[in-house]
């Protein structure tokens, strides 16, 4: 589920010019003031025909809902948001939920491509299902989050809706974002498939804490 182009700006909507400026990322600074009335914002969106990438490249396509949240930690001194900025800063932190389907591509490479699986092809055309999620530590913001400007359905891999980027996803046009970084996540993969008139399954573990699924305990996607 991981997509390796990491990128720090986002287009907010197919046709617009205006981007989302990401400042240098910057330690916190100074006490947070909580804000009674700014607690969880949630957006769920539909993807479908989405590239999944591997160990060498994409080796799925995707059909899936994700369920992303964006959490209040209240005001924060402006420095949070820029040394020279003077404005309101507020910090959040973000989650996602993602449950769906994949269809291997023939003759990609298996997602899983540490050794002993290093160079293999996958060999046919299956499906499963996987679910999965990601934690982001906290970010600043120099506006407030609206689940109305993440998008419904998405198609394909827009450039600038990476999942390391989602969270930007929440906030209007010209907002200064600083540390947006998913520090955490896990992908479990289950496929069904069929040799010979043997059903069987196979299993593939992509997460943060194990090499982004490229160690052999880690299973594959063989097809």
Known sequence: MRTKQVLRYW?????????????????????????????????TTHLSARA????????????????ATVTSQGSVPSVNCGISY???????????EDSGRFTTINGAFTPNQGAPYTGMLIASRVKGQFKGYGT??????????????????????????????????????????????????????????????HAGKQHWADTS???????PADGNITG
């Open 86 to 96: 003077t404005g309101p800063c507020y910090a959040y932190t973000a989650s996602l």
């Open 52 to 67: 999944d990438s591997g160990g060498n490249g994409n080796w799925a396509l995707d059909n899936f809902t994700r369920v």
């Open 209 to 215: 804490a194990n090499g982004a699924g490229q160690l």
């Open 136 to 197: 982001f530590t906290t970010l600043y913001a120099t506006a407030k989050p609206k689940a109305q400007l993440v998008p419904k359905f998405v198609v394909g891999n827009p450039v600038g809706d990476e999942s390391s980027n989602w969270p930007n996803l929440f906030f209007p046009s010209g907002t200064t974002l600083v540390g947006v970084n998913e520090a955490t996540f896990g992908y479990f993969y289950t496929a069904h498939v069929r040799h010979h008139h």
């Open 11 to 43: 287009l907010p909507a197919i046709g617009a010019s205006a981007i989302l400026p990401i400042a240098a990322a910057s330690a916190a600074h100074g006490p947070v003031h909580h804000d009674p009335g700014m607690h969880k914002v949630t957006a």
